[in-house]
Every structure is written in structure tokens, then in C-alpha cells.
């Protein structure tokens, strides 16, 4: 069975400043893991995604996560935050490696304060 | 990718109706997926609809309150049947690339039922 824990329902960093956005999952096998991002009336928008290859996986917007075996984590940071990135943001785990049978993560709404 | 166009894009409905939601893709898939996200909760599965066959539906969801069909490999609708206030939620349509690696997002319903 899968599972993914965010962590913080709730986030608010001021503009121009870092953002983590903490992800812990749980898997049986070797999982893949994605970020989407929401926007308010949009659909979600895949940020980045790990399937197996380099742990530390780059994204649109200047996002990146690091796939962290040890501690099953897969954490969201920007070095600055932007007014743009105000969104919700999804994590989501998928086992066996590809989007088979996927779960999606509670959300963490990120706040950005001009 | 993959460019997903939904409607209504939200709707308010009266208690025992039902709404249809439609789905378009600009693409031809071979699966289409529908999720459920209630308000201040994560997306969840509802249904896979594969053409030519009949949707397989997720624990907790039913063929008689979700019908769903899907008449060839662009296109699919969900209808949210004799509809309750519970049923208020946005509701996605979702596709996937050839390579099973990523999924796309349609901007989602919201649905008001009351």
C-alpha cells in the first residue's frame, strides 16, 4: 500500500524569501513521486516528477525536490518566492514506478506576503 | 501533453437533479479518469472510463450515482446523479501521456448542490 503526508496544510512566506514544502510518502516498492500545482479555478499543473533516476529532480518556476530515500521524503523548495506561486500544491506518489495507481497528498496551500 | 477542456466549468443544482460534465481531449487516449476533490480535501479516483467498456469504478463509488460514458477515445462524460449537498465538490477529468509518466488535468467542475 501507498501513502503521502504533507505535512503542512497551510504555508505563508514572504515574497522574495525560500519555500519548502514538506512531503512524506510511504511505499511498498520503488515509487514514483510528482508535484502539481493548483491554481485558484485552474486545473492542477505538473511541476516536477522522480521515476527512478537523478534524486534531485528540477522543475518548472524554478521548483525543485530532492527524493530522499532514508527519510521517504520528497520536499518542494525555491530559493525566492514569487507572488505568482501563490497556489495550492500537490503531492503524489504512485507505485511500481510510472502513474499507475496514484495518491494524491492532502494539499499545502502556500501564501505569499508582498 | 495533453489540453483538456471540461463543462461546465461550475454549476449551482437543486438537490435530487443531475448534471452531466463533459470532458474533451485534444488527443486520442486509451484511458480517461475522473476524480473527486471535496472541499478542503485531496483529489480522489472516482472511476477509469476505457472506450468501448465499462468505467471501473474505485471503492466507495458506484455506477448508478456516477454513470459514466465514453464513446470514443477523445471524449467522456461523468453525471453526478439525484444529487445531495455531499456531492458539492470539484470534480476533474484526467489523462495521461504515452509514456504513463505524467498526467494531465482538466480545470475541474464545481459543483454546488443545494
Known amino acids: 500500500a501507498q501513502s503521502v503526508t504533507q505535512l503542512d496544510s497551510h504555508v505563508s512566506v514572504s515574497e522574495g524569501t525560500p519555500v519548502l514544502l514538506r512531503c512524506n510518502y510511504s511505499?511498498?516498492?520503488?515509487?514514483?513521486l510528482f508535484w502539481y500545482v493548483q491554481h485558484p479555478n485552474k486545473g492542477l499543473q505538473l511541476l516536477l516528477k522522480y521515476t527512478s533516476a537523478a534524486t534531485l529532480v528540477k522543475g518548472i518556476n524554478g521548483f525543485e525536490a530532492e527524493f530522499k530515500k532514508s527519510e521517504t521524503s520528497f520536499h518542494l523548495t525555491k530559493p525566492s518566492a514569487h507572488m505568482s506561486d501563490a497556489a495550492e500544491y500537490f503531492c503524489?506518489?504512485?507505485?511500481?514506478?510510472?502513474?499507475?495507481?496514484?495518491?494524491f497528498g492532502i494539499g499545502t496551500k502556500l501564501q505569499v506576503i508582498p | 501533453s495533453a489540453v483538456i477542456s471540461q463543462k461546465p466549468s461550475r454549476d449551482i443544482c437543486q438537490r435530487g437533479t443531475s448534471l452531466t460534465i463533459q470532458c474533451q481531449v485534444d488527443?486520442?487516449?486509451?484511458?480517461m479518469f475522473w476524480y473527486r476533490q471535496q472541499p478542503g480535501q485531496s483529489l480522489t479516483l472516482i472511476a477509469t472510463a476505457n472506450q468501448g467498456s465499462e468505467a471501473t469504478y474505485e471503492s466507495g463509488f458506484v455506477i448508478d450515482k456516477f454513470p459514466i460514458s465514453r464513446p470514443n477515445l477523445t471524449f467522456s462524460t461523468l453525471t453526478v446523479s439525484n444529487m445531495s449537498p455531499e456531492d458539492s465538490s470539484i470534480y476533474l477529468c484526467?489523462?495521461?501521456?504515452?509514456?504513463?509518466?505524467?498526467?494531465?488535468f482538466g480545470q475541474g467542475t464545481r459543483l454546488t448542490v443545494v
Open positions: 511505499s511498498s516498492y520503488s515509487p514514483s
Open positions: 488527443s486520442q487516449v486509451t484511458m
Open positions: 503524489v506518489v504512485s507505485e511500481g514506478g510510472g502513474y499507475q495507481k496514484v495518491t
Open positions: 484526467s489523462v495521461r501521456d504515452r509514456t504513463n509518466t505524467e498526467a494531465f
